[in-house]
């Protein structure tokens, strides 16, 4: 039995990276049968109404805790959930696909950065980790050409997606520590019925555009329900989990191996290629993250010391 927490956590973030990798291929099936914001909203909303089913009980038994605490979960439904989807969308309408790409896998380094201008230290091993994943990254979604990234052109879609990165990075560490007494079902159903208040603008505003589509048919309900049970719900409730026991600095290390996950799962299900550029960055992401964990475990042991004297 594994009684490492960082391990613990670390497997925790690892389930939710393979289940976004997994919505990702799903949703893809779904392009140009429902529109992006009524997606989000919609998923959203059946987890919502699957955690009111179950978690309703709980909630009111903790609300005196999670009501000092719901500053920061309306934050994290904000920056985690409800900016990212909208920032995404309109960052696509003037930007290219790999610039997507290559912007919205920063979100670790900037985990470690905002972690860093905090107070928190970080190790040498955590910075050089994070570097060598992220290289790996670039690599990946460079399709093996790196030259591609140095001829980026920059427009008004990458601020947009890289607040959309910054945002995701922001939500990472403001649920790191939760109170006593607060589980993660409550968070995720109060996260959940803030995240959709504030998508619902969103869709009304949708739904207004020529390019409004919602054609509810069996793709289209398989990919909602995927969506709200294993990548809303289960996917971030691991998680939060996950950024508890493993913190969000070595959390954000695993989030580079998303676009590995995603390229094994068109292979298996779409029949796209996996070519020698998969496993060079395969190599980089896994090596930086197994470098980055090393730092994580010191700073943890330092950091465990003074709070249990």
Known sequence: ?????????????????????????????????????????????????????????????????????????????LFGVAAYSPLSYFAAQTTSAINLSLISVTTPIFIVIIASLMG???????????????????YLVSGGELSRILAMEFAAGDILMLAAAVGFAIYSLILKKTPDGLSGGTIMTLMSFFAVLMLIPCVIWES??????????????????????????????????GLEKAGPELCGMIYYALPLWGGFFAFIFLGEKITSIHFISGALIIGGIAWASRGTKKVTAENAVPSEA
């Open 1 to 77: 039995m594994i009684k490492n927490q960082v391990v613990i956590g670390s497997l925790y973030a690892l389930c939710a990276t393979v289940l976004w990798a997994g919505a990702f291929i799903i949703a893809r099936l779904a392009v140009g049968e429902i529109s992006p914001m009524t997606l989000g909203a919609t998923r959203w909303g059946m987890a919502l109404v699957i955690l009111c089913t179950f978690m309703l009980p709980k909630v009111k038994k903790e609300w005196p805790v999670a009501k000092k605490f719901l500053p920061q979960i309306i934050a994290a439904a």
């Open 120 to 138: 928190q230290k970080q190790s040498i091993n955590t910075w050089a980790g994070c570097t060598v994943a992220l290289i790996g990254s670039f």
């Open 208 to 241: 207004t555009q020529p390019s409004m589509v919602f054609n509810m048919n069996g793709i289209v309900f398989f990919s909602i329900t995927f969506s709200a049970i294993c990548s809303s719900i289960i996917a971030w409730w691991t998680w939060n989990i």
